[in-house]
């Protein structure tokens, strides 16, 4: 057993287990200290290395061969596991050497307190799919989440998230816990601003709905486009090259008028392969509906949502998450992302045009930002810079920014201010 490990193993194991039992997680599923201090030290020091070049990235679970068999199987289960024949002991290189085998996406290294000697040991490589981000971005469930066991997502050089099967309990980078940000989509002021598309789409639901009492609830739309923007966040936060998305007025011309404001990479037509989203929406509202009627449901809510097992929805899901990595692609590209409140795509790649100066910035203090405190503008990156400018001069854009190292930030002109709020999902 390897009895070196470095102090921020230490502070790392009490933050998982204070913030463990806050989340009221039992303490029992968490091992003892010892072991937990070595096992998040490999870890660790597994995200400072590399392997032919690349930066590791992996996801490793704490959990025993019995944890997975003892889940229930309905059909083929999107979880299988592959046993070791021989189990190699813990350690940043052994993490180093198997994490190309476990894509990030698909996979996670299991890990176990052997029986026979009480070392920790790689056991197996569990394969999960990719439908866990769905899970992770707020999506609708599927059948096989992962046990609530100690996972630790390693996204890059000492970027770590901890979390309980696939929920997140918290985020680390670079030695410093992610604490200061909000969730601006938990806000008042960012769904009040795709009000307007909202309210008109669902007038015309009501319009054309003689047929039938039942609805859907207003929330609904909000919860779906926030659960792919999530998730298009999620996905370039772990690519680690970072991109912006950026919301123009929902206008017929709003794509000639982005021509202003924009030097397009690529600018797309627009016909309906651009408006992808709203179609889908559309899709999605009208099965709904039908289910609703059927289960004589006056309204269908989220909640319903998330538990209906219906193969025409489940496709349309499928859709949604396939939009989101579509957006995270065209993110990718050097240059902003361009929508309109619609979702309407404009282009992608696109160079922020003018040349106007932004001297301060105000970082919100809550959610609402009714407190902000400024900060010089000169002292973010380029991206971010070209964001303010961009916001600045076009007032009812709003811009979503992400850094190479996974930060990210809401950009909007609120209360007269031009405001970021840095998010922490």
């Not at 929902?250 to 924009?262: G, H, K, N, T």
């Not at 929406?281 to 269908?300: E, K, P, T, Y």
Request: proline share 4%.
């Amino acid at each position: 057993m390897d009895t070196s490990q470095s102090l921020y193993s230490t502070q790392l194991s009490e933050e998982t287990r204070a913030r463990w039992q806050a989340r009221g997680y039992d303490l029992e599923l968490l091992p003892p200290e010892a072991i937990l201090r070595q096992f998040l030290d490999a870890i660790y020091q597994a995200s400072l290395l590399r392997e032919e070049g690349e930066p590791i990235r992996c996801r490793v679970i704490l959990a025993a061969s019995s944890d997975l068999s003892a889940l229930p199987v309905q059909g083929i289960s999107q979880l299988n596991t592959m046993t070791f024949r021989d189990r190699p002991l813990l350690s940043a290189h052994q993490i180093r050497k198997l994490a190309a085998a476990s894509g990030f996406y698909r996979s996670l290294l299991a890990v176990e307190i052997s029986p026979e000697d009480g070392e920790l040991r790689l056991w197996g490589i569990i394969n999960t799919g990719t439908r866990w981000v769905n899970r992770v971005s707020g999506s609708r469930p599927d059948e096989m989440p992962l046990p609530a066991r100690l996972v630790v997502q390693i996204l890059g050089p000492g970027h770590l998230i901890v979390a309980c099967g696939d929920t997140r309990v918290f985020e680390t980078f670079g030695g410093v816990l992610l604490t200061d940000g909000f969730d601006p989509f938990l806000s008042r002021w960012l769904p009040d601003r795709f009000r307007g598309v909202r309210d008109t789409l669902m007038s015309n639901f009501e319009t054309n709905a003689e047929s039938t009492t039942t609805k859907i609830c207003e929330s609904f739309l909000k919860s779906i486009a926030q659960s792919v923007v999530r998730r298009a966040i999620g996905l370039i936060r772990t690519r680690g090259h970072g991109g912006m998305l950026t919301y123009i007025c929902d206008q017929e011309d709003a794509a000639v008028q982005a021509c202003r404001w924009f030097r397009f990479r690529v600018f797309f037509q627009q016909d309906e392969g651009t408006r992808r989203f709203r179609n889908l929406i559309v899709h999605l509202i009208q099965r709904l509906i039908a289910i609703g009627q059927s289960r004589g449901l006056a309204v269908v809510t989220w909640d319903d949502y998330q538990r209906v097992l219906d193969a025409e929805v489940q496709d349309i899901d499928d859709a949604m998450v396939e939009f989101s990595h579509v957006l995270a692609d065209f993110m990718s590209v050097d240059g902003a992302l361009v929508l309109d409140r619609g979702f309407r795509v404009i282009g992608f790649g696109a160079e922020i045009l003018g040349d106007s100066h932004v001297s301060v910035i105000h970082r919100a203090l809550d959610l609402e930002a009714n407190y902000t405190v400024a900060e010089p503008a000169d002292a973010s990156g380029t991206r971010h810079r070209a964001a303010y400018r961009l916001v600045s001069g076009v007032p009812d854009v709003i811009a979503l920014v992400v850094s190479q190292d996974g930060a990210v930030r809401f950009v909007a002109n609120h209360n007269q201010k031009l405001t970021y709020w840095p998010y922490l999902p």
